[in-house]
C-alpha cells in the first residue's frame, strides 16, 4: 500500500514537472495535482500518531491497565455511544476516533496511519490532508451512529484511516495509474472488516465512502480557483454528514438518554 501511494506522489510529480515547463504565473512553484507545495516534510502524520498515543495513555493510566483502558472516565465519556450521541453529546463521533481498545488495537491503527498518512500528506498537502482526514472521521463516526445498535460503542481511528485508503484509490484513478494494488487492498481490508469480530464494518464504509469522495474533490478541483472549489465541496459533504446526524438524532429522541439521564445511564 505504501508503495502505491508514493507512486501516486511521484506521478503527481511528473505532471507537475511537464506543468512547468510552461509559463506560469508568478509564485505558482512545485506543486501536486491537489494543489499542495511539493515537500517531503512531514508535521501532520506524526502528530496524530502521538495524540492517539497520547489519549491512549491518558486512558491506561486512568484505568490502571494497559489492556482494560475503556474502563476509563475519559473513555466512557469519548467512546462513540449513539445513545448519548443522541442525547446532545455529538462530541463522541470525533472523540470516539482518538480512542483504542488495549496497545493492539492502537498499534495496528497507527501503524497503518503511518503507511497510508506519511504519503497522502505529501500529496494532498498539510491542510487538505487534516482537512480529509476530519471529514474521514465524521464520516465515519456518523455512519456508525445512523446504522449501529443503540446501545453498542465504537472507538478507533480506523474510519479515519480507512478514508485516507480511500483518498489512495481515488488519487490512483486521477493519475492513471495501476489501481488493481489500491482496489485489492480496500477488498482485502473490507474481508477482514466482516470476518473478524468487534470491527466496526458501518464506521469503516463510511469513512471509506466519505474519504473517497473528500479526495476526488480535492484532486479533481479545477485549477481556476481551486482552493474555492475545494473548500466549497468538503464543506458540503460536511454539511450533509451534519445533516445525516440530526436525522437519526430525531429517530433515537424518544430512547436517547439526556441530561442528567446521560450521567445515569452506562454504556454496556
Known sequence: MGAQCIDCVQAGRRQDTVRRRQPQPAGYGSRTIAGARVS??????PVLIALNVLIYAITAIEAQSPWNNQVSDLFGAWVLWPRAVAGGEWWRLV???FLHYGPVHLAINMF???IIGREME????????????AVSL???GTMVFLFS????TTAGASGAIYGLLGGVLVAVLRLKLNPVPAIGTIVLNL????TLPNISLFGHLGGLVVGALGTAALVYAPAKNRVTWQVSAL??????????YFYRDAQLASVACSGSGAQMCSPS
Open 40 to 45: 517531503d516534510r512531514l508535521v501532520v502524520t
Open 138 to 140: 465524521l464520516g465515519g
Open 235 to 244: 464543506a458540503l459533504l460536511t454539511v450533509a454528514l451534519v445533516a445525516l
Open 149 to 152: 445498535a443503540e446501545n453498542g
Open 95 to 97: 472523540t470516539s476516533g
Open 191 to 194: 474481508i477482514i472488516t466482516v
Open 112 to 114: 497503518s496511519l503511518w
Open 122 to 133: 505529501v500529496l494532498l498537502g498539510k491542510g487538505r490532508f487534516v482537512a480529509l482526514y
